[in-house]
């Protein structure tokens, strides 16, 4: 009997093994969307005329996002270091982001309660004491940080916002907001209504 119990387990071991990769079990944390950015005909042809494109350094782009998510839904994926909108018909526009460093990232959902173009910039107390020889007020402009346009979260100090450092998309270096480029943060303005739902995953 412990010979034949032997046997079987080695061959389940062999079967496990010899499985596509997609076909095991996988030890993941439960995700309420699915991107798909293959490289299909579908997704190519979506990118044209659609907002795709882009000059920063990762370009956005439409792929397939099946979610329950409705369409205008931002919604954030802090540990990607990317950004969706959800559009009709299963599909989301994609873009880089910069992301809070350590012990600045967060989660949670809000609304879009407010859009400025070119913000004038005034940090707040906690960054003062972090940074004294930062400014206490500063209009808007190319040299400011928060860039062409800015997008509120809730009442929270956090925005979405462009960026007078492109270079900076896709790495973590803010203090809790997520940075986008000029250019990319200016389509997403034009997109996004107040009122918006705000997903940042963390």
């Not at 795709?52 to 782009?61: A, D, E, H, K, M």
């Not at 070119?118 to 928060?146: C, K, V, Y």
């Amino acid at each position: 009997m412990k010979r034949f119990f032997a046997a079987l387990s080695v061959a389940v071991a062999v079967v496990a093994v010899a499985l596509p990769a997609e076909a095991r079990p996988r030890n993941q944390a439960a995700q309420d969307f699915v991107v798909d950015d293959s490289p299909s005909f579908s997704n190519f042809f979506s990118n044209f005329g659609s907002g795709g494109g882009g000059s920063g350094p990762i370009p956005r782009q439409t792929v397939g996002f099946q979610s329950n998510y409705a369409p205008g839904t931002i919604v954030v994926n802090t540990a990607e270091r990317r950004l969706y909108l959800v559009q009709p018909g299963g599909s989301a526009l994609r873009y880089g982001i910069g992301v809070g460093r350590d012990g600045f990232r967060w989660g949670g959902v809000h609304r879009v309660t407010a859009k400025k173009e070119w913000p004038s910039w005034t940090p707040p107390a906690q960054m003062l004491r972090r940074r004294p020889d930062l400014p206490r007020h500063m209009e808007g402009g190319p040299d400011n940080p928060l860039g062409a346009r800015a997008i509120y979260l809730g009442s929270t100090l956090y925005r979405i916002h462009g960026s007078n450092e492109p270079e900076t998309i896709g790495q973590a270096v803010s203090s809790g907001c997520f940075r986008m480029t000029n250019e990319d943060v200016t389509d997403l303005y034009n997109r996004v209504a107040v009122g918006a739902t705000v997903i940042v995953k963390n």
